[in-house]
């Protein structure tokens, strides 16, 4: 079963400085990985969800693959308060079932 | 983007009492998940569902689980009876089908079990 681990636990930015959040997993066979935040009291959004080695970028968001070293990155440009919230990275199995990351909750202070 | 709403919010019961947690999907879509997330711990896939039947299962979904979409209606969750372990919070997921398709989540049901 696929392990996924997301550090760190908790970031705290400013306003306008780069946010990283790494996420690393057990089985590099999967062939999607993803990046959700999740508001308190809200669904789960997704923000980039990355199928190759290399970079995706979505708006301000850019997800970064290394499938050899197991490791997924998710760098966030200009972070704003709005965007503090608990980021899950997930991978994909080939039954389309996610499995999820603790978490890392960040913080962007103004 | 494409709304899924869940229903209850918040839910208390009894141990041993039967729950359903319903989920409203997205329109058109045609696979549905139920995760569960435990407070302070990661989120676990539970069970997915397609024309009519479980396709996959993880170990978390006991024997006291059950899921059901009937007549296109809401898809449930019924767990029934409760345990004290059963008190978390339960995301349910819809996707247009299985393949390459995202996932787009409720805001959850949080159920206590006491």
């Known amino acids: 079963q696929q392990k996924v681990q997301q550090s760190p636990e908790s970031l705290t930015v400013s306003e306008g400085a780069m946010a990283s959040l790494n996420c690393t997993f057990s089985?590099?066979?999967?062939?999607?990985f993803r990046w959700y935040r999740q508001h308190s009291a809200k669904g789960l959004e997704v923000l980039v969800s990355?199928?190759?080695?290399g970079e995706k970028e979505e708006g301000r968001f850019t997800a970064h693959l290394n499938r050899a070293n197991l490791h997924v990155s998710l760098h966030i440009r200009e972070p704003q308060p709005s965007d503090s919230a608990v980021y899950l990275c997930?991978?994909?199995?080939?039954?389309?079932?996610?499995?999820f990351g603790s978490g890392t909750k960040l913080t962007v202070e103004p | 983007g494409p709304k899924v709403l869940q229903i209850p919010s918040h839910q208390i019961i009894d141990m041993g009492q039967m729950v359903t947690l319903n989920c409203d999907p997205v329109?058109?879509?045609?696979?549905f998940y139920w995760y569960k997330q435990i407070l302070g711990q990661q989120m676990e896939f539970l069970v997915n569902f397609y024309n009519g039947k479980v396709m996959e299962k993880s170990k978390l979904f006991k024997d006291q689980f059950s899921v059901e979409r009937p007549d296109g209606s809401y898809f449930t969750l019924k767990i029934q009876p409760t345990a004290l372990e059963d008190s978390a919070v339960y995301f349910c997921a819809s996707s247009p089908d299985r393949g390459q398709d995202t996932q787009y989540f409720g805001p959850g049901t949080r159920l206590l079990v006491l």
């Open positions: 089985d590099g066979t999967s062939n999607n």
């Open positions: 990355i199928f190759s080695d």
């Open positions: 997930a991978v994909r199995s080939n039954y389309n079932v996610l499995y």
């Open positions: 329109s058109n879509h045609l696979y």
